[in-house]
């Protein structure tokens, strides 16, 4: 008996591999994905600027990445008795001046340089509703709790989102021909915008790809559809009842890897040991059992950076 709906899903050409280089940009569910792939030791640079949720915030940074525009004082300001940027997520907000235009800055340097190196593009899309600073008449990537009488609140058109994407494909390809790019919308529910508002948001992101990719060799996954077809159950959400849960965000992962990674299993699960390992806590540190296993360890550290050197595993005796 089947239980379910399944999406059928195809190897995607030009697959990820231990040789590619990644950039992963958007919504907090490309955290979850990239955090996949960094436990797998692949090579890749994710949300230097923090979760952005909407496209014209991603398009602004890889903008001025390219370009290499620097920030500077007139970009933050000061409220809550820290320093923000409209540009980029609270994660870089910070008490002092200098170390969030310092961080920025770092963060538009080590963009351009994986913009011009990459092999893949993973851009997750959250939301096609935006905030508009009334002062500045600017759209922001994010409020940081200033008061909402400070912004208006627009919902981005089918065709202001596909000029987006295809402003953002032309960016990169100017200096990256070869960027294969991989598009998806977030499973993630903004249930602040009201229900309707969030499956009218989801349709004008779907649509506006939908429109790019006819036009453009980029590529579609369907992490939105997944969690709505396949995963069809509150079991599948955090306690929020909007952020999927970690099963859920491990099945879209699954079939993640099904499509676009290169014959994963060998070193996958090669590296997967050695993480497990990692996690382990000895009952006995300094014990003669723990010493064999972290020697056993080390062993299989060894092997694999012999076929990939870059791969960097933190192995501590404690």
Known sequence: M????????????????YSSRLLLLGSCFSENIGAKLSYYKFRGLQNPFGILFHPLAI???????IHQEVFTEKDVFHTNEQWHCFDTHSCLSNPSKEKIISDINDAVESTSAQVKKVSHIIITLGTAWVYRNTSSNEVVANCHKVPQSNFTKELL????????????????????????????????????????????????????INKVLEENKISYFPSYELMMDELRDYRFYAKDMVHPNEV???????????????????????????????????????????????????????????????MDFNISKK
Not at 59 to 65: A, P, R
């Open 248 to 310: 859920a965000i491990d099945y879209i992962w699954e079939r993640f890897v099904e499509v676009w990674i290169d014959d994963p299993t060998a070193v996958m699960r090669k590296v997967d040991e050695v993480q497990r390992g990692l996690q382990h806590r000895a009952f006995n540190p300094e014990g003669d059992a723990h010493q064999i296993f972290l020697k056993s360890l080390a062993q299989k550290i060894a092997y694999i950076k012999k076929d990939y050197p870059f």
């Open 2 to 17: 089947n239980l379910l709906t399944k999406i059928p899903l195809l190897k995607a050409n030009n697959q990820i591999d």
């Open 59 to 65: 398009e602004k940074l890889i903008q001025k990445s």
């Open 157 to 208: 058109s089918v065709d202001e989102v596909t000029e987006s994407l295809k402003r953002i494909i032309v960016l990169v390809q100017s200096v990256n021909p070869s960027a294969q790019f991989i598009f998806t919308a977030s499973p993630v529910r903004h249930l602040k915008d009201g229900f309707v508002e969030n499956q009218l948001s989801k349709s004008h992101l779907i649509s506006a």
